[in-house]
């Protein structure tokens, strides 16, 4: 009896001791990532305060002060930023929720034919960089060069260019034709989810359509338009690409390129970049809680309960073929005209109007000019290479993260959920600038090195690894892993052997996403680059300002594109088999 109860209490003091243990190694771990999460976020942020609130000295920042302040506050400059940026970021939010919402509209609540022809046309536009497309828009509908002018003085006569992209008008129309895919990807899923019968019941109450639509629909809708149109906006304030291209030229300054300028001119004003920064980081912030805000009591509009849901689509008729037509109009327009003219343009060595007579001969100069460019090879390396690092490192850091908050330590989770989530209010050329001055201060030799372009990476787009990581892993119940741990596993034999296999679709899609966004980024870039680094985006935006070959340029975005378009069609087949279809 003696010896039996001395082996109870061996057995429960091993099973206590390996209860601790794993709880110290969950420990450790959640220690360990939220350090590093801290560092990436904070440090920069810290940065960014003490260089706002320090004199500028040639050693680094000086003595506390005010005047940054004071110098950039002061000025009637600032209220044209504030006006500026908030006019193209709030006027491009509501076109491209316009646009985006008719086509999710359409692709989800109606019965038009090619639905998942035009899904599928949202999900490859991701693949094209905003850089490109702006520059393809000036190639469009410029003054001097845009052929679409160039056909209209020709076939009506007129002196000047009845267009002008070098405009408010022509800036907020770029951004949205560039964004309206994201609208859609946003909208998709609230109009897929919206339980029809609802709107039945109104029109058999009498009710007309648009009173249906006011009444019904719209206030049903009203989170997922509201979370939308907040995150369009904060898109639009922190847009750098086109107000670089379109806004410099037509002095239509704000704040992402005074703080650009403020940085790079001969004189670097980085306490006032600072200042502009605070503020531009301001809105964001204000921005992003209004959409959390907006989001929290989503489940009072929600539609799909336990009592039934059926989800049916609105029945077209007649005008089935003509709303095809206007859906394939817009993409063709907004989408397919600034490809088609990057193609073309890539096979001339300059400006030509699309298939006229006497447009010259074609030729493939451009695309040699490009291969045989001195930094290509460099930039095509590091951009790839800074693309699969940023992916991984993210994938695996806010996977395990996800599931620390979410399993090992839920009281602690939200922690880590809002530091991962805080730099989506950071615009990326905030986060440029906020690094730069970090390590220019701290004795970590990453300046002018492709270290510190990782480091800004990993900062901008762990939120995004973070949102698939916490979605996948809410799909998985809990008792899978409590089988696991009922069976005598470890937290780690229960993370690599029941949660990563069910997770690696999520991962992959989650790293192919990742993936593009580095590949594309430029805001960020453009601040930290050195002469020993170069990046895709910053020299095709160096070609273009040099004022070369335009026919190179697209050359060379044609190069970019192609191969982001397949990655994009591999993300598309994954999630297809993700969804077991």
């Known amino acids: 009896m003696a010896y039996s109860s001395g082996f109870d209490v061996a057995v429960r003091f091993g099973q206590v001791r390996d209860r601790l243990h794993r709880i110290s190694i969950a420990k450790l771990i959640a220690v360990t990532g939220v350090l590093l999460v801290t560092w990436l976020v904070l440090v920069p942020l810290a940065a960014l305060l003490l260089t706002a609130f320090s004199e500028d000295t040639i050693y680094g920042p000086g003595d506390f002060t005010f005047q940054n302040f004071v110098t950039a506050y002061t000025q ?36 038009m034919p090619g639905r998942e022809i035009f899904h599928n046309l949202t999900l490859l536009s991701f693949a094209l960089p905003g850089l490109l497309t702006t520059m393809a828009w000036m190639l469009i509908l410029s003054p001097n060069v845009g052929w679409v002018n160039s056909l209209l003085r020709i076939g009506f006569g007129l002196e000047s260019a009845p267009l002008n992209i070098y405009s408010m008008t022509g800036m907020i129309w770029v951004l949205s034709a560039h964004y309206f895919p994201l609208a859609y990807l946003l909208l998709g899923p609230a109009f897929r989810s919206l339980d029809v019968r609802m709107e039945e019941a109104a029109y058999m109450s009498g009710a007309r359509q648009m009173q249906i639509a006011r009444r019904v629909t719209m206030p049903l809708m009203k989170p997922a338009i509201l979370s939308t149109l907040l995150l369009l906006f904060i898109r639009g304030i ?9 806004g410099n030229p037509a002095r239509i300054e704000v704040f992402t390129t005074d703080i650009q300028a403020a940085i ?14 605070l503020t531009l980081l301001a809105i964001c912030v204000v921005t992003v809680y209004l959409y ?16 039934g849901y059926k989800p049916t689509r609105m029945k077209l008729g007649v005008w089935r073929w003509p709303l095809v037509f206007v859906i394939g109009l817009l993409f063709a327009f907004a989408l397919g005209l600034p490809v088609a003219t990057l193609v073309w343009q890539s096979l001339f060595l300059k400006p030509t109007l699309p298939f006229m007579a006497g447009a010259g001969d074609m030729t493939l100069s451009n695309y040699r000019f490009v291969f045989g460019y001195p930094i290509f090879a460099d930039a095509v390396t590091t951009s790839v290479t800074l693309g699969a690092m940023a992916a991984t490192i993210i994938v695996g850091l806010t996977f395990l993260m996800a599931w620390i908050a979410q399993r090992a330590l839920p009281r602690f989770g939200w922690v880590l959920d809002l530091l991962a989530f805080l730099p989506i209010a950071f615009p990326s050329i905030i986060v440029g600038a906020s690094i730069l001055f970090a390590y220019l201060m701290l004795p970590i030799p990453v300046y002018n090195t492709i270290w510190i372009l990782l480091i800004a990476y990993l900062t901008l787009f762990m939120p995004y690894g973070m949102r698939f990581a916490t979605g996948g892993l809410m799909q998985i119940h809990k008792e899978l892993e409590e089988a696991a741990h009922t069976s005598g596993a470890s937290y780690g034999q229960t993370f690599r052997r029941v949660l990563l296999p069910l997770l690696i ?7 192919i996403y990742i993936f593009v966004l580095a590949v594309r980024e430029l805001g960020a870039s453009i601040m930290l680059v050195g002469p020993g680094t170069h990046v895709l985006g910053t020299i095709s935006l160096t070609m273009w300002e040099e004022g070369g070959s335009y026919g190179a340029v697209c050359a060379l975005g044609v190069i970019q594109i192609l191969p982001l378009i397949l990655i994009v069609a591999l993300l598309r087949w994954l999630e297809r088999r993700v969804q077991g279809t």
């Open 238 to 246: 922190e847009s750098f690409e086109v107000p670089r291209l379109i």
């Open 505 to 511: 679709p999520v991962a992959l899609s989650a790293w």
């Open 264 to 277: 790079r001119g001969s004189t670097p004003e980085l306490g006032v970049a600072s200042a502009l920064s």
């Open 76 to 111: 009637w400059h600032l209220l044209t930023l504030f006006w500026n940026s908030l006019v193209f970021a709030g006027g491009a939010g509501i076109l491209t929720l316009i646009m985006g919402g008719f086509v999710a509209w359409a692709v989800e609540r109606t019965d």
């Open 292 to 307: 959390r805000r907006s989001t929290r009591n989503a489940e009072a509009f929600a539609t799909i309960t336990g009592k």
